[in-house]
Each structure stands twice: as C-alpha cells, then as structure tokens.
Nanobody, 116 residues
Framework: VQLQASGGGLVQAGGSLRLSCAAS????????MGWYRQAPGKERELVAA???????NYADSVKGRFTISRFNAKNTVYLQMNSLKPEDTAVYYC???????????WGQGTLVTVSS
C-alpha cells in the first residue's frame, strides 16, 4: 500500500488548508486512517484519526478547528484545517492500517507552514 499526501503549503494565521491522502497499490481492507504531524525538534503526534465506520478522534489542540473525513470508495482521507495557528506548523503525515494484521503504512509527509 502506498499513501500519497498532498495539500500542504504556506498560509497566514487564521487561514485554511485541506490535506488529502490517497491509498494505492495492493490494497486489502483499510481500517483506520489518520494524520500525524511532526514539528521541528518535537516528536510525531497524532492529529486526527477516523475508523472505517467514520468514528473520529482528535488531538485536544485541534478540536473545533480541524475535521477529518474519508471516502472509502477511493481509499482517501482528508484533513480540513481551519483557523490555523503558527503552532500548527509541521510536516503532516497520513497513516493507514490495513488487513487483519493491521499493518501500518505512512505517506511521505507534506509541509504546512503557518505564518503569524
């Protein structure tokens, strides 16, 4: 399974971006999908995740501002990011687990930069 993320960029504080991540390749059943981020000098952290049934969970720091969604027919996950803050600046990685073994797959990362 390959994950291809897109949608990052430079935005001013208060602005919005939408990230997309599409899975391709030898796709077996994809279970949970999610977005993580890693800021300079910090550990990678979970931003948001969504199950195949549509249940979601969010990091406290993004609740009310970010929305995760997925389109199962296209094995695609999205992250709508509103009211962006400089502290949201990071490389964002999409993640998916697939199959009964729940093997983890990672996208290549997309940089989001929020200027103040």
């Amino acid at each position: 399974v390959q994950l291809q993320a897109s949608g990052g960029g430079l935005v001013q504080a208060g602005g919005s971006l939408r990230l997309s991540c599409a899975a391709s390749g030898s796709i077996v059943s994809i279970n949970d999908m999610g977005w993580y981020r890693q800021a300079p000098g910090k550990e990678r952290e979970l931003v948001a995740a969504i199950t195949s049934g549509g249940s979601t969970n969010y990091a406290d720091s993004v609740k009310g501002r970010f929305t995760i969604s997925r389109f199962n027919a296209k094995n695609t996950v999205y992250l709508q990011m509103n009211s962006l803050k400089p502290e949201d600046t990071a490389v964002y990685y999409c993640n998916a687990d697939a199959g009964d073994a729940r093997k983890q797959f990672w996208g290549q990362g997309t940089l989001v930069t929020v200027s103040s």
